[in-house]
């Protein structure tokens, strides 16, 4: 209907454009509205009071004009003057209830539109690096990533998402020692482990793993591995570490390592421990119901010499330099706060200098858009991604950057802890048996993603309305169960068509407002889409839920008259196919009962 109205006031500004009443204007700009009062009628536009004084025109001379050229519509019942120009409409009946036929008709397809015209975008989330299983601060950004692609594919965009694997780097190396040194142990190795190795249970499974594979064959004795290591770490009563460089520590373990096990068989510990944690991640994504469609590796960068050619880009553009043996980035002249190290004075590649290529890569491959989600420990990191791009030639507005803060889990009034290196936290996957995926991925995109959160997981286990989840599902499970009561009741078998040429019997002001209620549900996805905001399908979702809920209560559905008892359940069948559309969007699944 907004459409529709849309149409007719464009079509009457367009006459008074061509008379040369009014001068060009933007089509995009006119906005028809719900009035906030209902007495004022079922739609406004201020669209007489915005185009006035530039035109130098009185609002409501305009209005009156505007009016007077509107094209009949036989669903218009009337357009009336309100205040200093508003003009608010009122509409038929009837025609309030006119979109049900379209639900009815695309069910699963409804609110699909076309606002992306079938432009490529790349959507970029997750990536959590491959050092353990996804704890519950990488699940807000799961659900968000996901919600979001789907809610830009339902938006007629074309959409890849992608997971970046930080496979490289120092990192690797430690988590490669780790388990390394987990299957010393195994071997009969006696030493103090790092404290900065990582010590989940997952990293002795893999050591166990080797073990059974290849024996003790990758052994070698502690007093070689720890031979010439920095300073010993020296550790107070809880595990701190009160004197030794910890991180030079582990460093020199890993050349060691790398000497005693040489290159083949330290990459196999490598890709051994890497498989493991990779096949791990997948599943529990997959679980979650997050689907990728790459998985791109950071060592393919090096394999294939995009680091070089990128940084080639750089050089040829005079924006790098060398200092101290390495070489830098003058990110300083894009807003960084300092230059940045993509060489360092020993020849290794930094870990942004990957990034710098991975961006490259990504432009190459012609995304009209490129959105990128990181955690908001990252906002730093921005300037200096975006300057490499820039730097490069290339346009940055191709790059959005969406920052998620991590969600803070609570187990009544105790905070639970997330360090991977611990291996003290609460994984993704704890987190869904506790309280079921439908709860966990709704939670987390129920609120903007750059708001602060408290997982509440006593609200997201209640069966009660105060559950904002349980309260849509259940309005989903009650338009359900009322079929179900039609037919325990004898009633003749619902005909979507019969509903349909009875809808004028719907003459409630709750099914006016449900019905709708139902047709703004396309607006919703676009302006989510718009603004990359999935919360905003939750909202909607919660105040269709309301109106559904306030309707079945105040109105009987399963009556005796035939005619209205269709078009009541024509009413409940469009309603139940929205709350499922959006749900699943979500998603979250869409229960025929609870």
């Known amino acids: 209907m907004k459409q529709a109205l849309h149409s007719l006031v464009v079509s009457g500004l367009t006459q008074l454009r061509d008379s040369g009443q009014i001068a060009q204007f933007d089509p995009t700009h006119i906005k028809i509205e719900l009035p906030r009062d209902k007495s004022h009628g079922d739609f406004a536009t201020n669209v007489a009071m915005m185009l006035a004084k530039p035109n130098g025109l009185n609002p409501r001379a305009l209005a009156e004009q505007l009016i007077a050229h509107l094209p009949s519509a036989d669903w218009l019942v009337g357009a009336e003057i309100a205040g200093p120009g508003f003009i608010n409409f009122?509409?038929?009946?009837?025609?309030?209830?006119?979109?049900?036929?379209?639900?009815?008709?695309?069910?699963?397809?409804?609110?699909?539109?076309?606002?992306?015209?079938?432009?490529?975008?790349?959507?970029?989330?997750?990536?959590?690096?491959?050092?353990?299983?996804?704890?519950?601060?990488?699940?807000?950004?799961?659900?968000?990533?996901?919600?979001?692609?789907?809610?830009?594919?339902?938006?007629?965009?074309?959409?890849?998402?992608?997971?970046?694997?930080?496979?490289?780097?120092?990192?690797?190396?430690?988590?490669?020692?780790?388990?390394?040194?987990?299957?010393?142990?195994?071997?009969?190795?006696?030493?103090?482990?790092?404290?900065?190795?990582?010590?989940?249970?997952?990293?002795?499974?893999?050591?166990?793993?080797?073990?059974?594979?290849?024996?003790?064959?990758?052994?070698?004795?502690?007093?070689?591995?720890?031979?010439?290591?920095?300073?010993?770490?020296?550790?107070?009563?809880?595990?701190?570490?009160?004197?030794?460089?910890?991180?030079?520590?582990?460093?020199?373990?890993?050349?060691?390592?790398?000497?005693?096990?040489?290159?083949?068989?330290?990459?196999?510990i490598l890709d051994r421990v890497l498989h493991d944690i990779l096949v791990d991640i997948k599943e529990d994504l997959a679980e979650f119901g997050v689907h990728y469609d790459n998985w791109f590796s950071e060592r393919s960068l090096m394999d294939t010499g995009i680091v070089d050619a990128a940084l080639a880009r750089l050089e040829a553009a005079g924006k790098l330099y060398e200092k101290e043996g390495a070489i830098w980035f003058r990110s300083t002249d894009y807003g960084d706060a300092k230059d940045r190290v993509v060489v360092r004075d020993n020849g290794i590649k930094t870990y942004f200098a990957s990034d710098i290529a991975y961006h490259y890569n990504k432009l190459s491959r012609g995304y009209e858009k490129i959105i990128n989600i990181w955690g908001s420990d990252h906002h730093g990191y921005i300037p200096r991604v975006r300057g490499s791009i820039q730097a490069m030639g290339e346009d940055d507005a191709r790059l959005e950057v969406l920052l998620v803060q991590f969600a803070v889990l609570y187990r009544?009034?105790?905070?639970?802890?997330?360090?991977?290196?611990?291996?003290?936290?609460?994984?993704?996957?704890?987190?869904?048996?506790?309280?079921?995926?439908?709860?966990?991925?709704?939670?987390?995109?129920?609120?903007?993603?750059?708001?602060?959160?408290?997982?509440?997981?006593?609200?997201?286990?209640?069966?009660?309305?105060?559950?904002?989840?349980?309260?849509?599902?259940?309005?989903?499970?009650?338009?359900?169960?009322?079929?179900?009561?039609?037919?325990?009741?004898?009633?003749?078998?619902?005909?979507?068509?019969?509903g349909l040429a009875q809808l004028a019997l719907l003459t409630e002001e709750t099914e006016a407002e449900l019905a709708q209620k139902l047709t703004q549900f396309p607006e919703a996805i676009q302006l989510a889409a718009r603004d990359h905001e999935p919360h905003q399908i939750a909202y909607y979702l919660k105040e269709l839920a309301t109106q559904l809920h306030s309707y079945y209560n105040s109105t009987p559905i399963l009556v005796e008259d035939d005619a209205l008892r269709n078009a009541r359940l024509t009413l409940l069948a469009a309603t139940r196919i929205v709350l499922a559309n959006g749900l699943t969007l979500l998603g979250v699944s869409a229960p025929e009962r609870m």
């Open 90 to 268: 009122r509409v038929q009946a009837a025609a309030k209830f006119a979109a049900l036929a379209t639900i009815l008709e695309k069910t699963a397809d409804y609110g699909r539109i076309n606002a992306g015209e079938g432009k490529l975008v790349q959507v970029e989330f997750v990536s959590a690096n491959p050092t353990g299983p996804l704890h519950v601060g990488h699940g807000r950004g799961a659900a968000y990533g996901s919600a979001l692609v789907s809610l830009l594919r339902h938006a007629g965009y074309q959409v890849e998402a992608e997971y970046y694997v930080n496979d490289a780097g120092r990192q690797m190396d430690i988590l490669t020692v780790s388990v390394w040194l987990r299957y010393l142990a195994l071997c009969g190795e006696t030493f103090t482990f790092p404290s900065n190795g990582y010590q989940g249970d997952y990293i002795i499974t893999t050591a166990r793993a080797l073990l059974s594979e290849q024996g003790e064959a990758l052994r070698a004795s502690a007093s070689d591995v720890f031979a010439n290591v920095s300073a010993d770490q020296v550790l107070d009563a809880s595990g701190q570490v009160v004197s030794g460089d910890k991180e030079a520590h582990i460093d020199d373990i890993i050349v060691n390592a790398r000497q005693l096990l040489g290159s083949e068989r330290y990459r196999l």
């Open 412 to 498: 009544g009034a105790e905070k639970a802890s997330m360090s991977t290196r611990s291996g003290q936290f609460v994984t993704l996957r704890e987190l869904r048996e506790e309280i079921g995926t439908d709860a966990t991925r709704f939670f987390y995109v129920m609120r903007r993603c750059d708001q602060h959160m408290d997982f509440d997981l006593d609200l997201a286990k209640s069966k009660s309305n105060e559950n904002p989840l349980y309260y849509i599902q259940y309005a989903h499970a009650r338009c359900c169960g009322v079929f179900t009561q039609a037919v325990m009741k004898g009633f003749s078998v619902w005909q979507s068509d019969l």
